[in-house]
Structure formats: structure tokens, C-alpha cells
């Protein structure tokens, strides 16, 4: 039953990932990064269910945590860059 | 039946993250993007967590999957927000737009794109020094100008 799910989930990943390819703009590719990282904790969320072990919400812990100061970074870069033509 | 509700909650998540899918797929500009992933995504992957804690039923598993629904919870509206500012300021074009733009006169915002005004400066660089490769002296294939050469047409 979470085997359906797990696989279920992997359409939005590679779905973003494709957006994340094709996107014309830096904003777009970062906005696809955001959401990649949302897949991966619920990814690594059922993996955990899957195989029962608890280490992997640990992984979904850290993938959060890096994804949020990976979205911040480029944010703060696409601000100055937005700013500096002015 | 607890099996059950695990599962439920499971597939509620998963249909979270297809419906951030879709707004990722067919939204028209980058706030829209945000928008839908920001929302829709942080429940998606929160249903599925506490999908995961009910089937687990463990006080470590429940302490650690509650604590990463409160990051989540805390923490992609924050970054939701910084880059919607950004995306705002940098000038990204606002094509699903009804009305006035509310923000007008609030915030500086740049008229052309990020990527647009990277190309252009990135031009105007080239302009400058069209083909740097001839202004090395190293490299020139065609016939070697001696010193004397250079002295005469100076003259």
C-alpha cells in the first residue's frame, strides 16, 4: 500500500524536476527547488513507514533544514541582483 | 483501523502534492508559482508525516515527525515569502494579474527581468571588448610585427 503511494508521489518529482529544466527564469527554477525539497521530506517521510525504520525522518528533518536555507540564499541573491541594475 | 487512518491521511498528502503539482505545471507567472507550492506543498508533505507517525506509532518516530511538521510549518512560509519579495523586486513579469498592481509605489521594482538585464549586461560586456583573443599578443598567427615595424608606423 505505501509502495502505490511512493510511487504515486514520484509523478510531482519528476514533474518539478522538468519544471525545473524548462523554467525561463531564475525565480522559476528556484520556486521548483522549494517544492523539491517538499517532495523529498514527504519522500523520505514514506520510505520510513515503508521499511520501518526511523533514521529516515531524521533524513526529511535535514532535507527541510537545507532546504529552507538554500531558498533563503538564493532569494537574498536574486534580490541584490534585482537591485543593483538601479 | 489505525492502519487505515495512516493510510488515509497518507493519500490526502499525496493528493496535496499533486495538486502543487499542477499549480506549478499551468500557473502563468513566478507569484502564482509560490503560491501554490508554498500552501498546497507544506500540507501535502505534513499530511504525510503525521500518515507515517499514526502507522509508526512510536514515541521517538512521533517526537521527531512532529517536530519536522513545525519546522515545515515555520519555516516555508518564511522562505515563501522572502522569495515572492524578491521576485517582486527583481521585476518578474505578473501575466496572471486582474486589476492594479497593489504593490505600485510601494516597493521599487526594477522594469526588466533578472534574466533580461543579465543578458543585456552581458552584451554590453562584449560590446566592450568584442574579440578579447586578438589583444593577445601571445596568440597572433598572422605575420610577427617586430619592434621596428611598430617604431615606424608611429612615426
Known amino acids: ?62 532535507l527541510g533544514l537545507i532546504g529552507f536555507v538554500g531558498t533563503c540564499a538564493f532569494a537574498v541573491f536574486i534580490m541584490r541582483k534585482g537591485r543593483s541594475e538601479q | 483501523m489505525t492502519e487505515i487512518l495512516a493510510v488515509a491521511f497518507m493519500l490526502a498528502g499525496v493528493i496535496f502534492l499533486f495538486a502543487a503539482m499542477f499549480g506549478l505545471l499551468r500557473f502563468a507567472d513566478p507569484l502564482q508559482r509560490i503560491h ?10 505534513g499530511l504525510i508525516l503525521v500518515g507515517v507517525m499514526i502507522q509508526m506509532g512510536d514515541g521517538q518516530a512521533t ?14 512560509p518564511i522562505a515563501g515569502h522572502l522569495l515572492g519579495r524578491a521576485a517582486y523586486v527583481s521585476g518578474a513579469r505578473l501575466d496572471g494579474l ?7 509605489g510601494v516597493l521599487e521594482r526594477s522594469p526588466l527581468t533578472l534574466d533580461e538585464y543579465l543578458a543585456q549586461s552581458e552584451k ?12 593577445d599578443p601571445h596568440i597572433t598567427v598572422g605575420e610577427p610585427t617586430s619592434p621596428v615595424d611598430n617604431q615606424r608606423s608611429a612615426r
Open chain 2, 124 to 135: 554590453i560586456t562584449s560590446q566592450r571588448n568584442p574579440e578579447p583573443d586578438r589583444a
Open chain 1, 1 to 62: 500500500m505505501i509502495t502505490t503511494l511512493l510511487i504515486l508521489v514520484m509523478l510531482p518529482l519528476a514533474m518539478t524536476l522538468w519544471r525545473m529544466i524548462v523554467a525561463k527564469t531564475l525565480v522559476d527554477r528556484v520556486v521548483a527547488l522549494d517544492m523539491l525539497t517538499g517532495v523529498g521530506v514527504a519522500i523520505a517521510a514514506l520510505v520510513a513507514a515503508m521499511t520501518g525504520r526511523r533514521e529516515f525522518l531524521d533524513v526529511g528533518f535535514g
Open chain 2, 63 to 76: 517526537f521527531i515527525g512532529t517536530a519536522t511538521v513545525i519546522f515545515l510549518m515555520l519555516t516555508i
Open chain 2, 98 to 104: 486582474h486589476g492594479d498592481d497593489a504593490l505600485d
Open chain 2, 36 to 45: 501554490a507550492t508554498t500552501k498546497s506543498g507544506t500540507v501535502g508533505a
